[in-house]
């Protein structure tokens, strides 16, 4: 590997405690009510936190925070395409960056970007396009740089809202917001909005899988799809469904927090 | 109006307002913007902080792991602070490897480290020779606006003030360690170094703690770190304009004022986090 | 602990030669007892669009170790460099154009970053580019006994329990950078400063016979 000569560098190889755990680490139960109270089999998503307009340097910022995720997103641009070999001038760029903060998982993760980073950054870009009006914005690059400071499951989905808040809020023009919502099978039975250790833990019962739906709520139209596992037809359709469901429940909060945000920037004309 | 001229010549702009003793967002010149502080808040990291100088936000994350002590130094831990200027915290900053100032920046905190004795190394050994504790501190700007390094420092400190270190048992049977991740101490913190950031306009014009614009308009920076005893850890100024012995006191002298603020507010908080659990 | 500063400054013997390589515009190499470093300076030249100064030269410092690949501590020590020698040139006389200087180290035995500020400012001198005014690079150290060691060696250094690198300016003797490492009082602080300004008097004079006498043939 590679020497990093531009960090202050440790020692060549380190381990997380958590590997010498004497304790036998806890298996969170596949059925029941789950760890932090919710239900299972029914669409209980955690109580999101959203905030506008945090980053002072940038164009349109947000902030959202589900149970113990948290996640800043900023949005820069539309500034001159730094790539002008591109010969499809007429329509602007999105780029999208999605990066976790080394101490955002119980295990340290390297300042480098991995394979999964850019998983993420690709679906992001991918879920956030079909919403923008792209076209009104030629020979320029929106860039969406999304920062997770903690994860604690739903990461994917959560910065999806967190991303398009964050590009209405610097008033980039868009058809609809894109909401996130993700759910994991296991089983007969199902999770939304997991945390981060029922994501993680696997039960060895068939019919296991992970599913991400980007949805633009007055559109009805779905932007993002990802699933991972192995799940029956009529299992997945039942579970898209649901995630618009939660996708639902999440937009009166968001459309809340950006009429604060335009109300911030604006204030009403006092009333005389 | 104003707007206008500000964007066409910003440093007359700047200079209109430092003649009358004041700065463009209402301050005087010796005069910190607010400084926020929340302990505590990434449940996944051992310890972290976020500090908020004015609208500058750093983030602060501690991350303990287990390593082999150096042939060299076999009763001593790591300390390894790194600092990231991400694009997400201004345009100024490209994706990629850090750039030259976030490693500079990176290098300065851990000068301040090792000059001031914050943690001393040797509380950081398990087992001499075999086992030590690595401490990751992993810094973050969120929102760049100036003066980053105060707040870095300030970051570190409160992180490392919150920082609990799970228990460690070595198994004399195995020499394997057993960990008890529930039962976690304090890291004893030796001193609190804070640090007082200057920029020179004009040759003489002395202004505490800049913004991003203030920065890059000043003809010189000096960054000034003292613990608590009046001690100086670091008087770092990496060139510009030159700076007379007179001046220099004076930048002390603040600095002095500035870390009793800042101790008081960390403890503070602490207290407060501690009343809340 | 009281520090006695010392009534004459010692430093250990130094020498330089100037336009020792062909390629660079100007080069010079510094010598301070076991301590070298050679400086290179290529410019004014053409500039990358990316890093074009509408209105001043863009200066890039280089510092190279004497082994393996530069680090955190070199690009650290390469900024300290840069903005004291962005100081001192006039930058304005050359808009969008880049000055490149490069600073490969020898051997390191102590005083490493004024023995690079010291062949920096020599090179510059030998490239001819326009300056403000001159600057040297003095390192104090201050025992454990509380005494001031001007230009220590490295196993002085590591002895030491603080360690100061000041640049100080030819015209008025005011400090124009400072680098310290370890903790020290005030009072310290003010005797280091006070012997490297009175340490850079011997080196701004040798400064002025080295040139003196390079060029008393041609005139």
Redesign the interface.
């Known amino acids: 590997m590679p020497t990093d000569t531009?960090?202050?560098?440790?020692?060549e190889?380190?381990?997380?405690?958590?590997l010498?755990?004497?304790?036998p680490s806890v298996v969170p139960p596949s059925h029941g009510a789950r760890a932090d109270g919710r239900q299972r089999d029914q669409v209980d998503v955690r109580p999101v936190f959203v905030r506008c307009g945090?980053?002072?340097?940038?164009k349109g910022s947000a902030y959202i925070e589900a149970g113990?995720t948290?996640l800043?997103?900023?949005v820069?641009g539309p500034?001159e395409t730094e790539r002008k070999d591109e010969t499809d001038m007429k329509c602007g760029r999105l780029t999208t960056?999605m990066?976790f903060?080394?101490?955002?998982?119980?295990e340290?993760g390297s300042?480098i970007q991995g394979s999964q980073d850019k998983n993420f950054s690709l679906m992001l870009q991918e879920s956030l396009q079909p919403a923008l009006c792209l076209h009104k914005y030629p020979r320029s690059q929106i860039?969406v740089?999304?920062?997770v400071?903690?994860?604690?499951g739903s990461v994917q989905a959560h910065a999806i809202t967190c991303a398009s808040l964050a590009l209405a809020d610097a008033g980039i023009e868009m058809y609809d917001l894109v909401l996130g919502c993700s759910i994991r099978q296991d089983g007969s039975s199902y999770v939304v909005d997991p945390t981060y250790s029922e994501e993680s833990n696997w039960s060895s019962s068939e019919h296991q899988g992970g599913l991400t739906v980007a949805f633009l709520p007055s559109l009805n139209q779905v932007s993002g799809l990802q699933s991972d596992g192995e799940m029956a037809e009529e299992t997945l359709t039942a579970g898209i469904r649901t995630c618009i469901e939660g996708c639902y429940k999440l937009y009166p909060v968001i459309q809340q927090a950006l009429v604060k945000a335009v109300r911030r920037a604006q204030p009403p004309p006092p009333e005389s | 109006m104003a707007a206008g001229f500000k964007t066409a010549e910003p440093l007359e702009y700047h200079m209109s307002f430092l003649k009358e003793n004041c700065r463009p967002d209402g301050r005087e010149l010796s005069e910190f913007r607010t400084t926020t502080l929340n302990i505590g808040?990434?449940?996944?990291?051992d310890g972290?902080a976020l500090v908020k100088l004015g609208?500058t936000?750093v983030?602060c994350?501690?991350?303990?792991?287990?390593?082999?002590p150096?042939v060299e130094a076999p009763g001593k831990g790591?300390i390894?602070?790194?600092v990231?200027l991400?694009?997400?915290?201004?345009?100024r900053f490209r994706?990629g490897?850090?750039g030259?100032q976030a490693?500079?920046s990176?290098?300065?905190i851990?000068?301040v480290i090792?000059?001031?004795?914050i943690i001393k190394p040797e509380d950081l050994c398990i087992d001499r020779g075999k086992l030590c504790w690595?401490l990751?501190c992993?810094i973050?700007c969120?929102?760049?606006?100036g003066n980053i390094l105060d707040a870095c420092i300030i970051a570190l400190l409160a992180a490392l003030k919150n920082t609990r270190l799970?228990k460690?048992t070595v198994n004399k049977a195995t020499c394997?360690?057993?960990?008890?991740?529930?039962e976690r101490h304090e890291l004893p913190v030796h001193k609190h170094p804070v640090g007082t950031s200057f920029c020179i306009f004009q040759d003489s014009i002395l202004i505490v703690d800049p913004t991003?614009d203030e920065e890059s308009l000043s003809?010189?920076r000096?960054s000034v770190v003292t613990?608590e005893e009046?001690?100086?850890?670091?008087?770092?100024?990496?060139?510009?304009?030159?700076?007379?012995?007179e001046k220099?006191?004076t930048c002390?002298n603040r600095a002095t004022a500035r870390q009793r603020e800042i101790q008081k507010l960390i403890e503070k908080v602490l207290n407060s986090v501690k009343a809340a659990q | 602990m009281e520090v006695s500063a010392p009534s004459n400054v010692s430093l250990r013997e130094f020498g330089c030669e100037q336009s020792l390589l062909s390629r660079p515009d100007g080069s010079a190499s510094f010598v301070q007892g076991d301590t070298s470093v050679m400086a290179g300076v290529y410019g004014p030249a053409e500039v990358k669009v990316s890093k074009e100064i509408y209105d001043r030269a863009t200066l890039e410092v280089l510092v190279q170790p004497k082994v393996g690949l530069p680090s955190?501590?070199e690009?650290?020590q390469?900024?300290?460099?840069?903005?004291?020698?962005?100081?001192a040139l006039l930058l304005t006389l050359h808009p969008r154009s880049s000055l490149t200087l490069v600073l490969q180290v020898l051997h390191d035995d102590g005083s490493l970053l004024s023995c690079c500020l010291n062949a920096a400012c020599m090179a510059l001198m030998d490239a001819g580019l326009p300056m403000s005014c001159l600057f040297c690079g003095v390192t104090c150290a201050i025992s454990a006994y509380g005494q001031i060691i001007t230009d220590p060696t490295s196993a002085q250094e590591k002895e030491s329990r603080?360690l100061?690198t000041f640049?100080i300016?030819s015209k008025?003797r005011?400090?124009?950078?400072?680098?310290?490492?370890?903790?020290?009082?005030?009072h310290e602080?003010?005797q280091c400063?006070a012997v490297s300004q009175r340490a850079s008097e011997r080196i701004f004079q040798f400064y002025r016979d080295s040139v003196r006498r390079r060029y008393s043939k041609s005139l």
């Open positions: 531009k960090r202050v560098r440790g020692p190889v380190s381990q997380s405690p958590s010498f755990d004497c304790r945090l980053v002072s340097q940038a113990d948290k800043l997103c900023s820069y500034r960056d990066r903060a080394p101490f955002s998982c119980p340290r300042w860039e740089n999304v920062m400071l903690e994860n604690s | 808040s990434i449940s996944t990291a972290s609208s936000t983030i994350g501690i991350k303990a792991e287990l390593a082999n150096t790591y390894v602070p790194n990231d991400p694009p997400l915290c201004s345009s994706p490897p850090p030259e490693q500079a990176s290098q300065f851990a000068d090792e000059s001031s004795e690595v990751y992993d973050m969120l929102d760049y606006d799970p460690v394997k360690p057993e960990i008890d991740l529930k991003a003809t010189s000096l613990d009046e001690r100086l850890c670091s008087l770092h100024k990496p060139g510009g304009t030159s700076l007379s012995a220099l006191q002390i | 955190v501590r690009r650290s390469e900024q300290c460099v840069r903005e004291t020698c962005e100081e603080a100061m640049a300016d008025e005011k400090v124009m950078m400072s680098s310290t490492k370890g903790s020290f009082s005030v602080l003010q400063v």
